[in-house]
């Protein structure tokens, strides 16, 4: 079947750290990847996606490349801020299913100052 | 482009009494989720409609949970009667498939639910 695991957090950065969130699936077909954001009070938005394999999505200083041989989609930030302070989900989406979306249990990044 | 409504933002009650929620998906949008999402965890599905058809109910606990999607378009999540596990966030979400792409899904903010 389909499932994400993301690493535990929380994770507690000081601004301009390198971030690094792993995240690596397990999937029976071709899955699209997907890194979502939701600040506190909100839901959830999309950050970057990935539809195949060595795709790399990008977005406001995030990037995370889609690894076949590795079944990861890591999300990294060269210089992370205050702001990116909030709780990340990795997930995957089946077409096979009807773009049923598979997402890992969230990551929390609070980034002081 | 206006985004994923859903309304209450938050509600209150009691064990056993009943609750529903709105959602009112981007315009176009074939696909519409519901989600629901325990503190501290991902969103889980709850049920899925293609249109007004539903594609995926298998996680909906049926006997307490209904939901509907008349006209394709407005979409309402019933619990009757709620339990105390039931506290959550529950999420909308809507997205569109078209020919063999995998689109994303737009959330809208999620109605608060404490039961207690």
């Not at chain 1, 690094?20 to 959830?44: D, H, K, M, R």
């Not at chain 1, 076949?68 to 995957?92: I, M, P, R, W």
């Not at chain 2, 929620?21 to 074939?30: K, Q």
Request: charged share 20%; with cysteine; aromatic share 12%.
């Amino acid at each position: 079947g389909n499932s994400v695991t993301q690493m535990e957090g929380p994770v507690t950065l000081s601004e301009e750290a390198f971030l690094t969130i792993n995240c690596t699936y397990t999937a029976t077909g071709y899955p699209s990847l997907f890194w979502y954001v939701q600040y506190p009070g909100e839901g959830l938005q999309l950050l970057l996606k990935a539809t195949k394999a060595d795709d790399k999505g990008s977005n406001k200083g995030f990037e995370a490349t889609y690894r076949k041989e590795t079944t990861s989609f890591h999300l990294e930030k060269g210089s992370v801020q205050v702001s990116d302070s909030a709780v990340y989900f990795c997930a995957l989406s089946d077409l096979r299913t009807g773009n049923q979306f598979y997402f890992g249990t969230g990551t929390s990044l609070t980034v002081i100052p | 482009e206006a985004g994923v409504a859903q309304s209450p933002r938050y509600k209150i009650i009691e064990k056993r009494q009943s609750v529903a929620f709105w959602c009112n998906p981007i315009s176009g949008h074939a696909t519409l989720y519901w989600y629901q999402q325990i503190l501290g965890q991902g969103p889980k599905l709850l049920i899925q409609f293609q249109n007004n058809g539903v594609v995926d109910d298998s996680q909906l606990p049926k006997d307490r949970f209904s939901a509907e999607r008349l006209k394709g378009v407005d979409s309402t999540l019933k619990i009757q009667p709620a339990k105390l596990e039931d506290s959550a966030v529950y999420l909308c979400a809507s997205s569109l498939i078209r020919g063999a792409g995998s689109y994303e899904q737009y959330f809208g903010p999620g109605t608060r639910l404490t039961v207690t």
